[in-house]
Structure formats: C-alpha cells, structure tokens
C-alpha cells in the first residue's frame, strides 16, 4: 500500500519547495507494526499446523527387535 504523498512522513519535498528529512520515527513505528504482524501470523499458522498434528490418529508404535549378540 503505497501512502507516500503530500503530508506523508516519508515525502521528500516539504512545503516551500524545502527538502525534507523523512520521519523517521514514523518509518520505525510502520516496520514494528509489520514485524508484529507477520510474527502474529506466523505464530497462528504453527498454532493450526500443531492442531491438526494431534488431530490425527498417531502411528503405531513398534519396537524393532535386538539382534541377539554373537
């Protein structure tokens, strides 16, 4: 989603035609917000993966036989 314009944090031209550092703090706060998300995201998909694991019928289990030593 491309906001960048007139009033946006991270123009390049501020009024009067005057170069404008960009914001910053604002870019910060833009990047954390998608961090969280993404984590948020990431942390629901295991969650429904783990979920649907133990959902489902386990194998059985066999235990393998020991040679007899020789």
Same mark, same amino acid.
């Given at each position: 989603m491309d906001?960048?314009?007139?009033g946006h944090p991270t123009s390049i031209l501020?009024?009067?035609g005057r170069i404008a550092a =960009?914001?910053?703090r604002e870019l910060y706060l833009e990047m954390f917000?998608?961090?969280e998300a993404a984590i948020r995201l990431?942390?629901?998909a295991q969650a429904?993966?783990?979920a649907a694991y133990l959902a489902q019928d =386990? =194998?059985?289990l066999r235990l393998q036989?020991?040679?007899p030593p020789q």
């Open positions: 906001r960048a314009g007139a501020a009024e009067r =960009p914001d910053y917000r998608a961090n990431l942390q629901q429904r993966a783990e =386990p =194998p059985p036989e020991k040679e």
